[in-house]
């Protein structure tokens, strides 16, 4: 394969899989440009291993192995690293900005992620994306057993979050439906 094919085909791969890379920067980044930084630098890892991709396992798979791992030392090394102090009104101003463009449902899911620790976020973000116990558990390198274990009280204390929230536990017809995972 060319140069040119091999990088066609590697944008080919990001571009039907980008939502991954959405959703692990999102829930990783709060800032806009810290998303910015960390989906730049997992496309860099990407294109850094793309020759060492398997073809007999999903590309899902391998992209969601590297940007977790690019995420949570993103996550770590931010954290740990002195940031300058924004205002408190640009603060207001971007939370204001991403609570009007997702439902109250969507903001409490997100909301609920963020407090997570890096583990447990991706756990979620495996879960939610429809990856079942093995191929999360090929990902974040825990056993099968662990996966079920760890998702299971994540719904737990989602569904007691929540409850918490005032949002009504049962449905009326045409109302909203409460994020619950089941």
Known sequence: MSTAEHRDRFQGLVDEHKKIL????????????????????IIVQLWRSFNKFDERYRFSTW??????????????????????????????????????????????????IDSLDPLNKALVLLFLDGNNYQEIAGVVGISETNVATKISRLKQKMRQEFAGTGRPQSESPGAPRPVVIK
Do not use: G, W
Not at 25 to 39: P, T, V
Not at 63 to 79: D, G, H, K, P, T
Not at 84 to 111: F, G, T
């Open 22 to 41: 959405y959703k692990v920067c999102h829930s990783y980044c709060r800032n806009s440009d810290d998303r910015e930084d960390l989906a730049q630098e």
């Open 63 to 112: 992209m969601y192995r590297i940007a977790l791992n690019v995420a949570i030392s993103f996550y770590r090394r931010e954290s740990t690293r002195t940031r300058h102090v924004i205002s408190s009104e640009e603060h207001l101003l971007e939370a204001a900005k991403e609570a009007e463009k997702h439902p109250e449902e969507i903001r409490l899911l997100y909301q609920f």
